[in-house]
């Protein structure tokens, strides 16, 4: 059974940092392109970070420079670093499995972030 596990979440003060992190199981994560996604209260979801198999990474304008992606395969985890976190990150964050080669994809059910003072 594939799982995603999203933590990490939290309150936190504008100009601060989280880790979210993502424990995937049940599918060989080395193969899967990770990425995280964002869906603030009425807002559709959207793309935050991805990083392929081979570790390349993209990100959303709107993090450019204050978010990176990152994963640790031995772990099977994808991590979301967030710094300087302004009240427009609040958001429910989500983590996603996607290998293209066969057409899977997963996704988490979401850790939330809250920015405010």
């Known amino acids: 059974q594939v799982q995603l596990v999203e933590s990490g979440g939290g309150l936190v003060q504008p100009g601060g940092s989280l880790r979210l992190s993502c424990a995937a199981s049940g599918i060989s994560f080395s193969f899967y392109t990770m990425a995280w996604y964002r869906q603030a209260p009425g807002k559709e979801r959207e793309l935050v970070a991805v990083i392929t198999s081979g570790r390349s990474t993209n990100y959303a304008d709107s993090v450019k420079g204050r978010f990176s992606i990152s994963r640790d395969n031995a772990k099977n985890l994808v991590y979301l670093q967030m710094n300087s976190l302004k009240p427009e990150d609040t958001a429910v964050y989500y983590c996603?499995?996607?290998?293209?080669?066969?057409?899977?994809?997963?996704w988490g059910k979401g850790t939330l972030v809250t920015v405010s003072s």
């Open positions: 996603k499995a996607d290998r293209r080669t066969t057409g899977e994809n997963y």
